[in-house]
């Protein structure tokens, strides 16, 4: 008897249908936004909240958030990012980004991912990932793996951008390649999240033997909270998931309900929540609850229970009475009403043709005793139902007192389509929203929602194929993408855009993305700027690759390249001179080199540049350069080192200078030129 529903109205060809596919959000650093076309406001998200299509997600000026969609799409959304959903199926996900930066994976082997933008769209196949930044004056699409294609919309024209290769850049009229680079912070973050489920795929234990493949990233969390056991039920032995909670608890208890697509859906708030509030089914035996994982298919040696693979808001019957509304969760084969169909075969979609037709009898559900009852009050105004159910009362009560409806509405709760708290996911306030300037893109992508129709994988993938394939004119420069903050308090939202000061700024880093292209293209202005920046100079691996191309022939004349490369950087900040700085800064401007030591005039006039050219191998020497003061401090040490070169030089042009000698010195100074002439010829 408690099995069994009386109803009037018959199930619907629900199970011929194909499931709906619904995101949800399973990550959010700082604050995520959703959009309520209801009420033509915005909404804070929360980890867990479901999205589909029509559904638009805004993150904060300092928000991220991690988004995963059961047909193999995983998003990645960076700050300022808006993102909306054109469609979900199977084997196909649609979205539009209007603004900001997201990464995309495709790890289906079936799925096509499509990513519009105002400058064209973006094809990702199977296995691969590639970031989408969307800006006001153009766009940037960067293969992180694999290969995919852009369409860019004004010529109609396809390129396909390899990973590892130059990205491509696009604005409202041409085309351009980018380096390929992806920001570097924002690459940072994602690989923190690819660690995360790399460590977690690491507890999938006996969960995944039991999951879905689709659900199979989520064993983690069944792992983690709870264990397996085998319960006989419907006369056989089958395995049920236990969590491990508090005495008393029960299903659909922690976390709260919200208005989504009209049907009250749940949002929960622990870590298990997700996948056993949305698939599968509760059962109640042993004074435990079980949860039953959904099947696609029976397998021998798994006694599982058979529950559809079917995504749903919130598997409960509603009851209500007086000032006081409750829920009871669903057993296994009792019907679900909603005004959405979700799939399954227990499934009626309610309208307002049907609705009154509908008599539901609150006897007749299995679980009545278990039904999780509170004020009306408390309905959309708390986070978890813990400490305001209603304790004090007992199922015959329920059973006496108490009346059955198919979905929630005005006669459940007194003027529940007034009540602006029903679309919200927590009571949480935020004190900032975006400008409505973006509902205009939200507008135009509605209206291609509704008047579009329903699209295969296989047939967008052969028209992508069809589009002829465009060539990159390399002398074209587009210009990178600058994203403006739509972000203002929210007291702002409606005050006209001339008024209020929307900062812009490129989505890329400057600190991050024009590093690796300083490092990628030698420079003269990079290679020139180093000696300004003392940490540049302690780099020998980028700066001498960087360098050397200035001035090829002078840096090629001592034969080693490398050690000229190495003195290039430290000359400069004592000479000022970035080019041809080994043979030319001596002669030129030596006083800048000698001031700090003890110059003497010998120095400068004529053993600075011979031993240049003459010696080679004294580059090794005088690389002291790389350090400053080496090069300031060793008159001394220059005359160890070069002693007939430096000494006898300054003797030969300085002594015809000296004064007359007297008579009595001539034979010195005779027995001196023979010594000089002597030391003269062994010099040269």
Do not use: C
Not at 12 to 39: C, N, Q, T
Not at 41 to 69: C, H, K, N, Q, Y
Not at 626 to 651: G, Y
């Amino acid at each position: 008897m408690f099995l069994i529903a009386v109803v009037t109205v018959p199930p619907s060809s629900a199970a011929d249908d194909p499931a709906m596919v619904v995101g949800r959000v399973f990550y959010i650093k700082g604050d995520l936004l959703r959009y309520v076309p209801e009420e033509n406001d915005w909404v804070a998200v929360v980890r867990d909240a479901p999205f589909g299509t029509e559904d638009t997600l805004f993150s904060g000026s300092r928000g991220m958030a991690e988004l995963i969609i059961p047909n193999g799409t995983w998003i990645r959304i960076g700050n300022s990012t808006q993102i909306q959903v054109i469609a979900f199926d199977p084997d196909l996900s649609e979205m539009d980004v209007a603004s900001g930066v997201a990464r995309f994976y495709n790890k289906s082997s079936n799925t096509v991912v499509k990513v519009r933008s105002p400058f064209g769209y973006v094809i990702a196949y199977p296995d691969t990932v590639f970031d989408f930044y969307v800006g006001e004056n153009s766009v940037e699409v960067v293969a992180i793996r694999g290969t995919v294609d852009f369409v860019h919309a004004e010529t109609d024209t396809r390129y396909d951008v390899p990973a590892g290769s130059p990205s491509i850049l696009a604005d409202q009229r041409q085309i351009s390649s980018g380096e390929g680079i992806a920001d570097p912070d924002w690459n940072r973050w994602n690989a923190l999240r690819e660690n995360f489920w790399a460590t977690k795929a690491r507890v999938r234990g006996r969960s995944a033997e039991y999951l879905p493949p689709s659900l199979q990233d989520e064993a983690y969390a069944l792992e983690e909270n709870g264990r397996w056991e085998s319960v006989p039920y419907e006369g056989t032995s089958r395995w049920f998931w236990r969590p491990r909670v508090a005495a008393g608890w029960s299903p659909f208890t922690v976390g709260r309900w919200t208005d989504w697509y009209g049907d009250q859906t749940w949002i929960p708030a622990e870590p298990f929540g997700y996948v056993t509030h949305h698939y599968g089914n509760w059962v109640y035996m042993r004074n435990y609850w079980y949860w039953a994982p959904p099947v696609l298919s029976v397998r021998v040696g798994f006694p599982l229970l058979v529950v559809g693979f079917y995504w749903y808001p919130g598997r409960v019957s509603w009851i209500h009475t007086g000032t006081y509304v409750g829920w009871v969760p669903l057993a296994p084969r009792e019907t679900y009403y909603s005004y959405h169909n979700w799939g399954g075969p227990h499934a009626v979609v309610v309208s307002n043709v049907n609705i009154n037709r509908i008599n539901v009898n609150v006897r007749n559900y299995a679980y009545v005793n278990r039904a999780i009852v509170v004020k009306q009050n408390n309905f959309y105004g708390v986070n978890n139902y813990t400490k305001v159910r209603v304790t004090n009362i007992n199922p015959t009560a329920i059973i006496n007192s108490y009346r059955a409806a198919p979905v929630v509405n005005n006669t459940v709760i007194n003027n529940y389509t007034t009540i602006k708290q029903r679309y919200n996911y927590t009571t949480v306030k935020f004190n900032e929203k975006p400008h409505n300037t973006v509902i205009n893109r939200i507008q135009q992508n509605k209206r291609i929602i509704r008047e579009g129709k329903k699209e295969k994988a296989s047939v967008v993938q052969q028209q992508v194929k069809n589009i002829p394939e465009g060539r990159v004119n390399r002398e074209v420069q587009v210009e990178a993408p600058k994203a403006t903050n739509y972000i203002v308090p929210a007291g702002e939202v409606n005050r006209p855009k001339s008024e209020i000061i929307l900062q812009q700024r490129e989505i890329k880093s400057p600190g991050g993305a024009v590093k690796p292209q300083q490092q990628a293209q030698p420079a003269a202005g990079p290679a020139r700027a180093s000696p300004a920046t003392p940490p540049q100079s302690g780099q020998p691996a980028v700066r001498p690759e960087r360098v050397a191309p200035v001035k090829p022939n002078q840096q090629e004349k001592p034969g080693k390249p490398t050690q000229t490369e190495r003195v290039i950087p430290a000359k400069p900040p004592q000479s000022g001179q970035p080019a041809a700085r080994p043979e030319r800064v001596a002669p030129v401007k030596p006083s800048q080199q000698e001031k700090p030591g003890q110059p003497t005039g010998t120095e400068r006039v004529s053993p600075a540049k011979p031993p240049q050219p003459a010696q080679p191998a004294a580059r090794p020497e005088r690389a002291a350069p790389v350090k400053p003061q080496e090069t300031i401090k060793p008159p001394e040490k220059k005359e160890a080192e070069k002693p007939r070169d430096q000494r006898l030089a300054p003797k030969q042009i300085e002594k015809p200078k000296e004064p007359r000698p007297s008579e009595k010195n001539v034979e010195k100074r005779r027995e001196r030129k023979d010594l000089d002439e002597e030391e003269g010829k062994t010099r040269k």
